[in-house]
Structure formats: C-alpha cells, structure tokens
C-alpha cells in the first residue's frame, strides 16, 4: 500500500479539519493520523494540560477526509516507535507531515522519516525565544538536530517565515501560509447579524448603543486578561462600556473576585463553535490581550464575523492579520495606557470600528481560507518530494 501524504496530528482540532478536507480533494492518497485516541478538550498546551474543564466545541471533527487514531498517548516509548514505525512500513508514504516538535511522536517521526529518507514537512507555530539561558541552550541544540532533517517548512505567518531563518533554514525551504480557520460557518446576513447582536445584548443586559468589548479565550495567565479588567476599569471614567468574557480557565473565579463592585462586566464561560459567533456580532470590538499567541485564531473568527481586533504586539497575527488602522490596531503587551487611548478614539468615532470590521471580513475572505493553506501543503508536498527524487 502507498499514501501520497501522511499527516500526524496530536488530535482532532477544530480549525485543521476544514483543511484536511480542502486537502484530500487536491491529493488522493492523503490520510491523517491522529496521536491521541478521542479529544477531550484538555490537552491544549503540554504546561497547561488539566487546567480547563471538558470542552466540546459542537463540530463534526472527524468527518469527510480519512483518518485514524493510532492511540500512542498511553503507549511506553517502544510501543510508541513499534506502532509509528509499522505505520510507516505499511503505508510507504512519498512524504510525512507533521505540527511541531513538542511530542515524542514527533522525535520518533523525525528519526524513522530519516532512516527510511521519507521527506519530512513541518508545520511550525512558534516565532520566539523565550525561556531561562538553559532552555534557549538546550532549544538551539535540539531544534538545530530537528530541522536538519526537515525537507520542506510551512510557515503560518511573516513572524514564523522569520523564525525558520533566523534557525538558518534556506528561503527555497519555506512555504508561506495564511492561518485559517473555516469563515463559512461565523457568516451571517445582515439580518441575522442585527438579530443575533440584540439577541445577545438583550440577555445581558447591554444597551443597543453601548459600545462592547469582548475577550474569548481560556483564562490563564499567559492569555493577560486581568489587562482587559483593568483597561475596562479606566474606561468606566470615559464611558459605560461594556465588556464581556468568554471562556473558562484557572483564573475565572479570581477574575469575577475583582470583577465584585465593577460596572458592565459580564463573564459567560466557554462557548463552542456553534455559540461563540453570536457573541462576535454582539461585540464592537475583540481585544487580545495576551503575552503571547503563536497566531490567534479568535482573531480570524471575529474577523468573519465582521468584529475588529485589538491586540498585542506578542500574537502571531499582528502585522499579518491585524493591520493597524486598517483591519484593527496593535500595542506594546502590558501598556494598558496605549491600548486605552486607542479604544478611546473608537469611542470618540464609532464609524472607525465599523470600517475596520468590515476590511477584515473582506481581508479574511480573501486570503485566510482552508483551500488556500491546503495550497500550501500541496506546494511544500511538491517542493519535498521534488527534493528527495
């Protein structure tokens, strides 16, 4: 038996299976392999697993192209390479696609694809250096090894296209992508959109001229969004502006503490795919507060939902997605003063907010589609393949 292309993926994940879909469409022969037997919602980061309730996100993540699970979660190390290993053996795939390095699936990938000279394409989602000197020493020597065997790199941004070559990695290596998510499903008529903006308000108590911001995102440190409480704070002084949470996480009951006595806070909790889009049409604007987002994906959705974004100048969408003045605005993390003086000129001047919701719709549509980042696989599949042959 023989696959054109083997994708090996942690699991099912929301925003990759529109383009699993788009993908098996233009390459007959391409299967996914999943690492982890089902998704349960938890395993996001590998420091932040546990942290967060059981999350559904209400979609059919499994569904229309092939695929399979492998289950090496609760594997030994041998069993993992003897599992991988025969996987290999019996698809004899023409190239290997991978998201990162993070788990030792990717390690044992990464040795078995250079044994059998499979081409290897990585799909990377990183674009910084942080850490102690120790774990910058340790990176460099281990993702120097890593990349050397890697025939062909996909980079979901300009920052990531950076990253690679900062690692040395040859431009005629790179593939440039747009991250995406489905836009599809958050598209509502103009109709819709307005029911579905008072509906929301109408619940929570917002006025129909309020001027609304939303935060979505899980409640961790790394997320900021204690920023957003106190940028809502000094708000207050200007406006009754309101601000509304969405999302579960280690820090929501320390949140709603500080939250006690503070007008026009409401926190609502996770929302799936299927309910989070009324909340972008209830917005006028999104804001990331975060210190750091290897993209922001939350950004893409809102701009589907015609919803600009505020964000920090850590998220992989600044400068690609978010464009200052044009689709959103950006500031220093941490400078709560600069991202409350840019929220002040929305309020002084709604129409701005309006056109910048309506650029990054347009923005989105055009460019951050599944088909175009199944594009970019097939072209970084053809420049691997090419390479090895």
Request: aromatic share 12%; proline share 5%; net charge positive.
């Amino acid at each position: 038996m023989s696959s054109s292309l083997l994708i090996f993926d942690t699991h099912p994940i929301q925003y990759r299976a529109p383009v699993f879909r788009e993908l098996i469409k233009k390459l007959p022969g391409t299967e996914v392999v999943f690492f982890n037997s089902r998704f349960d919602g938890k395993k996001w980061w590998f420091q932040e697993v546990d942290k967060i309730p059981k999350q559904a996100f209400g979609l059919p993540l499994e569904v229309g192209y092939p695929n399979r699970t492998l289950e090496t979660q609760n594997l030994s190390f041998i069993a993992k390479v003897r599992t991988v290993h025969q996987v290999l053996g019996r698809e004899k795939p023409q190239a290997v696609l991978l998201y990162g390095y993070y788990q030792v699936e990717h390690w044992i990938l990464r040795v078995l694809c250079a044994q059998r000279k499979i081409p290897l394409i990585f799909v990377g989602e990183t674009f910084d250096w942080r850490g102690s000197l120790f774990r910058k020493r340790l990176k460099q020597v281990l993702v120097n090894y890593f990349f050397k065997k890697v025939s062909s790199f996909i980079a979901i941004g300009k920052r990531t296209s950076d990253y690679y070559r900062q690692w040395g990695v040859s431009p005629s290596k790179i593939t440039s992508a747009k991250y995406c998510t489905d836009p599809a499903p958050f598209i509502l008529s103009e109709s819709e959109a307005g029911n579905s903006r008072a509906e929301v308000r109408k619940n929570l108590g917002i006025p129909s001229d309020a001027f609304l911001l939303l935060f979505v995102g899980r409640l961790f440190d790394r997320k900021r969004p204690q920023d957003l409480l106190e940028i809502h704070l000094s708000l207050q002084k200007q406006a009754p502006v309101h601000t509304v949470f969405v999302g579960n996480g280690e820090l929501s009951e320390e949140l709603q503490s500080k939250a006690t006595g503070i007008p026009n806070l409401h926190f609502v909790g996770f929302k799936n795919q299927n309910e989070i889009k009324s909340f972008y049409y209830a917005a006028d604007l999104l804001v990331v507060p975060s210190e750091f987002e290897t993209w922001g994906l939350v950004v893409n959705e809102a701009f589907s939902c015609q919803l600009p974004a505020l964000v920090t100048d850590q998220c992989g969408v600044a400068g690609d997605l978010v464009l200052s003045g044009q689709t959103g605005d950006i500031y220093p993390v941490g400078d709560l003063q600069a991202a409350t003086e840019k929220i002040t000129q929305l309020l002084k001047d709604r129409s701005i907010a309006k056109r910048w919701g309506m650029n990054a719709r347009a923005l989105v549509l055009k460019n951050y589609q599944p088909e175009q980042f199944a594009n970019s696989i097939l072209k970084a599949f053809e420049r691997a393949t090419l390479v090895e042959a």
